[in-house]
């Protein structure tokens, strides 16, 4: 799940908070609903225009803390 928000007066510019559980398996079953993982994290959006935007963001798990950045959509 991931949450926006407005941040500043400025128009697109987005302040973001997410969270995801699940688990990576090579196998499809009942399996895939144990040893469930959970994570979270913040980041900021900004919109160059509807089509192009800049995020960056930071994340974290018991696994230890990630910070990505790239131009458009994570899909």
Do not use: C, W
């Not at 699940?22 to 144990?34: A, F, I």
């Not at 993982?37 to 509807?50: S, T």
């Amino acid at each position: 799940g991931e949450y926006r928000f407005p941040l500043f007066k400025k128009e697109g510019v987005q302040g973001v908070i997410f969270t995801d559980i699940g688990r990576v398996s090579n196998n499809y079953g009942t399996e895939l609903l144990k040893y469930l993982q959970i994570n979270g994290g913040a980041g900021i959006r900004y919109f160059f225009n509807k089509d192009i935007m800049l995020r960056m963001d930071i994340g974290g798990s018991k696994e230890g803390m990630q910070m990505r950045a790239n131009l458009g959509h994570a899909f």
